[in-house]
């Protein structure tokens, strides 16, 4: 499955009721710089958000992330991820 995420600045916005895997792809785009900056801050948040939705393999992407960022990284993502939360 595949998702094309036509506005890119707006992938910040992902709808509330998106599933683990909408989340899960936003993760591997960041994680990949595939269509957008490698950022590994907001791989490891999207990957969070779809783990929260039951996304196992986020779980998994999300430590292999986490393994290759700093701990003040960590909690930046895990901040916006909360943000995120808080705010959709």
């Not at 960041?30 to 950022?39: E, I, L, N």
């Not at 801050?41 to 958000?49: G, P």
């Not at 292999?64 to 930046?76: R, W, Y």
Request: proline share 2%; glycine share 6%; hydrophobic share 50%.
């Amino acid at each position: 499955m595949r998702y094309e995420i036509a506005d890119i600045e707006g992938a910040s916005l992902a709808p509330v009721n998106a599933t683990g895997e909408v989340f899960f792809e936003l993760g591997l785009m960041y994680a990949s710089g595939r269509s957008v900056p490698t950022d590994l801050v907001s791989a490891h948040k999207w990957f969070n958000l779809a783990a929260m939705r039951g996304n196992c393999e986020a779980t998994r992407l999300r430590r292999e992330v986490a393994a290759e960022m700093s701990a003040a990284e960590i909690a930046a993502a895990q901040r916006a991820a909360r943000a995120w939360l808080t705010t959709h």
